[in-house]
């Protein structure tokens, strides 16, 4: 990691501004999420019940058996109209079950690349700014943006014949990537792609 960004990361894990900005962030997130997916999917809330469920698209980054890392588009499709919270009006919810979980907000420089690597535990990703690219050992390249969502859990990759392992990521374009990542604290899975439903 280069000195530059090193003290930056150091300066802006010290600055209770950026906490606090992380912590509004979290608290938003569910319903920034829903509301930016599924703006164009749902009709009014008073219309929700007359409809079909709808689909959520994320990328799933898994491993396979051979130790390589892939990208692949999937479907959430398991949502349920119900209250978050009794008297609140019914939204459509996909519960996940995960044991705990870690929350970060990352600022990747712009032009910032870094090297092969896995994630170090499996993870979402959401962008909230700018955007970033994810290359798996197979070869996929996949850009994203806000709106959109990824799952990344390439450990257990082994290195190829040029001794790349898991995935290569960086910025795309004139401004830094924001992103949120959640860390899971469940197991990766091998061989699964497209896990959650």
């Not at 109209?81 to 995960?98: G, I, Y």
């Amino acid at each position: 990691m280069d000195t530059q960004l090193h003290a930056w990361m150091f300066q802006c894990k010290k600055t209770s501004p950026i906490a606090l900005e992380a912590g509004k962030i979290f608290t938003i997130f569910s319903f920034l999420v829903l509301a930016l997916t599924f703006t164009l999917i749902l009709p009014s809330p008073a219309n929700a019940a007359g409809i079909s469920p709808p689909i959520f698209h994320y990328w799933h980054m898994w491993t396979d058996v051979n130790g390589v890392s892939h990208l692949m588009k999937c479907e959430m499709r398991n949502f349920v109209l119900q209250s978050m919270e009794p008297p609140a009006a019914p939204q459509w919810q996909d519960r996940l079950k995960a044991e705990g979980a870690t929350v970060i907000v990352t600022v990747q420089p712009i032009g910032w690349v870094g090297t092969w690597h896995e994630n170090p535990k499996p993870q979402w990703i959401i962008p909230l700014s700018g955007r970033w690219f994810v290359e798996t050992m197979d070869g996929r390249r996949v850009e994203m943006g806000p709106g959109e969502v990824s799952f990344g859990e390439d450990q257990n990759t082994k290195p190829n014949s040029k001794g790349q392992k898991g995935h290569l990521s960086g910025t795309v374009g004139n401004e830094p990537a924001v992103l949120m990542v959640i860390q899971l604290k469940d197991a990766p899975t091998v061989n699964q792609p497209c896990h959650f439903k």
